[in-house]
C-alpha cells in the first residue's frame, strides 16, 4: 500500500482530540462569550467549515456557524463578538493569513483561534500567543487531513462550550475500501454528477474535490429535488458519457428519497447510468466520516485506473507560484 493509500486507510485515527495539540485555550473564557463563529479557510482546510455547518446540531454548536473562503474577513450584522477561527493545512494559505492579519488590527477585537499543521498561520499564532489547534502534517495532503483540522476546531469550540460533543471515532470500522473500488470502476471515463439530498450536500462537495484534485476528473455536485428544477433540462441533450451517482442515507425523507427515484427513472430513460450508494452511520458524523472515506477511495481508485498521480496539482501548484 502506498502512502497515499495509507492515510485513507487511516483516516479514521485522526477523529479523536488526542491527535491534537492545543495551546492558549484558557484565553477564549475571557471576556463576552462569542455570538457566532466564523470559520476561515480554502481548499482542503476550507472543508472543515463546511463539515462544521452540517454536524453542528449534532454536536450542540448553539450559536449560528458561518464558512468563509474569501481574502478579508465576512460582514456580519447580527454577530457582534464571533469567534474567528483561522484553518489551514499548510499554514501558508494566503486568503487565510490575510484575513487573521485584518482580525488582529480590529478596534474592537473579537476573539481568535488557529487550527494549523505548520507555516506562517501556525508562527503568528505562536508569535501573538493565541488560542491554538496543531498536530504533526505527516504525508498527507490538505483534502487528507480534514478528520484533523475538524477535531482541532472542535476542540477549540468546546473550550468555549463544555456541552459540544467530539466523540471518539477513532476505531471506527467500514467496507469503504472494497466498495471504493467497485464504485471507481463503474465510473471508469465517465463524467460523474454527484446528487445528494440537502443533508448530505457536503459529502458530495466533499466528492466532487476529491474527484477533482486525485483523480484529475471534472464532477459537479447538485441538491436533490432542486436539480429537478433545473439541471435535468441540460441533460436532455448533453447524456453521452455520463454517470449519475445517488448518495442517500439513511436518515432522508421520505419525498426526498422519492424525488431521487423518480430522478432516476427519468434519466434511466435518457441512457444515462445512475448508481446509487447507501450511507452508514448511526449520527450524522458518522455519516459524514463513512462518506468521506467512501469518497478517497473512489477517488485513488479511479485515478489508479487512469493512470495518474492522486498527489500532483499542478496547475494549483502553478497559481500558488504566480501569486494574487
Known amino acids: 500500500m502506498d502512502t497515499y493509500a495509507s492515510g485513507i486507510a487511516n483516516f479514521v485515527k485522526q477523529l479523536s482530540l488526542k491527535r491534537i495539540h492545543f495551546h492558549n485555550l484558557q484565553k477564549l473564557r475571557r471576556g463576552r462569550t462569542p455570538d457566532a463563529v466564523v470559520v476561515i479557510g480554502m481548499g482542503g482546510s476550507g472543508l472543515v467549515g463546511t463539515l462544521l455547518q452540517k454536524?453542528?446540531?449534532?454536536?450542540?454548536?448553539?450559536?449560528?456557524?458561518?464558512?468563509?473562503?474569501?481574502?478579508?474577513?465576512?460582514?456580519?450584522?447580527?454577530?457582534?463578538?464571533?469567534?474567528?477561527?483561522?484553518?489551514?493545512?499548510?499554514?501558508?494559505?494566503?486568503?487565510?493569513?490575510?484575513?487573521?492579519?485584518k482580525a488582529l488590527r480590529l478596534q474592537n477585537q473579537s476573539p481568535i483561534a488557529v487550527v494549523a499543521g505548520g507555516g506562517k498561520l501556525l508562527a503568528l499564532a505562536q508569535e501573538k500567543k493565541l488560542p491554538l489547534a496543531t498536530f504533526p502534517q505527516g504525508l498527507l495532503e490538505?483534502?487528507?487531513?480534514?478528520?484533523?483540522?475538524?477535531?482541532?476546531?472542535?476542540?477549540?469550540?468546546?473550550?468555549?462550550?463544555?456541552?459540544?460533543?467530539?466523540?471518539?471515532?477513532?476505531?471506527?470500522?467500514?467496507e469503504e475500501e472494497r466498495l471504493g473500488k467497485l464504485i471507481a470502476q463503474k465510473i471508469g471515463t465517465k463524467f460523474p454528477l454527484i446528487y445528494v439530498p440537502a443533508r448530505l450536500s457536503h459529502i458530495g462537495y466533499c466528492w466532487k474535490i476529491q474527484l477533482n484534485e486525485t483523480a484529475k476528473t471534472l464532477a459537479i455536485t447538485s441538491v436533490i429535488p432542486e436539480i429537478n428544477h433545473n439541471e435535468v433540462v441540460a441533460l436532455e441533450h448533453h447524456h453521452k458519457n455520463i454517470i449519475a451517482l445517488f448518495i442517500e442515507s439513511y436518515g432522508d425523507t421520505s419525498l426526498t428519497a422519492r424525488a431521487a427515484g423518480i430522478t432516476k427513472r427519468v434519466l434511466k430513460k435518457r441512457g444515462i447510468p445512475c448508481l446509487t450508494i447507501t450511507l452508514r452511520g448511526k449520527t450524522i458524523l458518522e455519516t459524514t466520516v463513512r462518506g468521506l472515506v467512501l469518497g478517497e477511495w473512489v477517488s485513488y481508485d479511479l485515478a489508479r485506473i487512469k493512470k495518474v498521480n492522486p498527489r500532483q496539482t499542478n496547475i494549483i501548484n502553478e497559481i500558488k507560484r504566480v501569486g494574487v
Open 142 to 174: 490538505p483534502r487528507q487531513a480534514s478528520g484533523l483540522m475538524l477535531y482541532g476546531t472542535l476542540g477549540i469550540v468546546r473550550a468555549l462550550w463544555k456541552s459540544v460533543l467530539a466523540p471518539d471515532l477513532s476505531k471506527l470500522k467500514g
Open 55 to 101: 454536524i453542528a446540531g449534532y454536536a450542540r454548536v448553539l450559536v449560528p456557524l458561518i464558512s468563509w473562503k474569501d481574502f478579508g474577513l465576512p460582514s456580519i450584522p447580527y454577530a457582534r463578538n464571533p469567534l474567528y477561527l483561522f484553518i489551514s493545512f499548510s499554514g501558508n494559505t494566503k486568503e487565510t493569513l490575510d484575513g487573521l492579519r
